[in-house]
T-cell receptor, first 116, second 113 residues
């Protein structure tokens, strides 16, 4: 299957700082990527849909000014958590879908994000 | 939008027994239903999927059934092994241009040796 790489896998930052998480499709071009947030023992909640060359589509309740998404190329989408707060601590995970396939999605490794 | 409900939230079985996880969906336009296995701290891994034009699909010890009329689908794992222990998520593809996944709440499966 297709490979999606997410970096970093783990990050600890201080309150008030901003952190960028990268999601790369390694062997295919992804015009659409998805960003999820997962709390412990909970399901994956879609935060936003990242569209190459255009603005991301955010789900209801997700602050677009806090979670900045950029999809500047066909293989890279980034999620920047701005002015981090301890309640932003979570597991963030991206996925991408191969072009021409609007079904199966491949996930990145996820980022364990902790704000202290 | 799509709503996917999953039951049970936890399931313990003896090694060698079968495990069944059930999901229901709300959007009759959904036409793709994948199942993911997620181990602690890891990414979800696709284990099996089914499209709406098929009623059943099997891959070795894993099978999925789909009832479009009732809008529910189930995962069946036979001859369970300790390495099957993980969280399992069902999902459905929503209609719309982006066709994003809507996940169920997850089932923690524990296979007791």
């Amino acid at each position: 299957g297709a490979v999606v790489s997410q970096h970093p896998s783990r990050v600890i930052c201080k309150s008030g700082t901003s952190v960028k998480i990268e999601c790369r499709s390694l062997d295919f071009q992804a015009t659409t990527m998805f960003w999820y947030r997962q709390f412990p023992k909970k399901s994956l909640m879609l935060m936003a849909t990242s569209n190459e060359g255009s603005k991301a589509t955010y789900e209801q309740g997700v602050e677009k000014d806090k979670f900045l998404i950029n999809h500047a190329s066909l293989t890279l989408s980034t999620l920047t958590v701005t002015s981090a707060h301890p309640e932003d601590s979570s597991f963030y995970i991206c996925s991408a879908r191969e072009p021409g396939r609007n079904t199966e999605a491949f996930f990145g490794q996820g980022t364990r994000f902790t704000v202290v | 939008g799509e709503n996917v409900e999953q039951h049970p939230s936890t399931l313990s079985v003896q090694e060698g027994d079968s495990a069944v996880i059930k999901c229901t969906y709300s959007d009759s336009a959904s036409n793709y239903f994948p199942w993911y296995k997620q181990e602690l701290g890891k990414r979800p891994q696709l284990i099996i999927d089914i499209r709406s034009n098929v009623g059943e699909k099997k891959d070795q010890r894993i099978a999925v059934t789909l009832n479009k009329t009732a809008k529910h689908f189930s995962l069946h794992i036979t001859e369970t092994q300790p390495e099957d222990s993980a969280v399992y998520f069902c999902a459905a593809i929503t209609s719309g241009s982006a066709r994003q996944l809507t996940f169920g709440s997850g089932t923690q499966l524990t296979v007791l040796p």
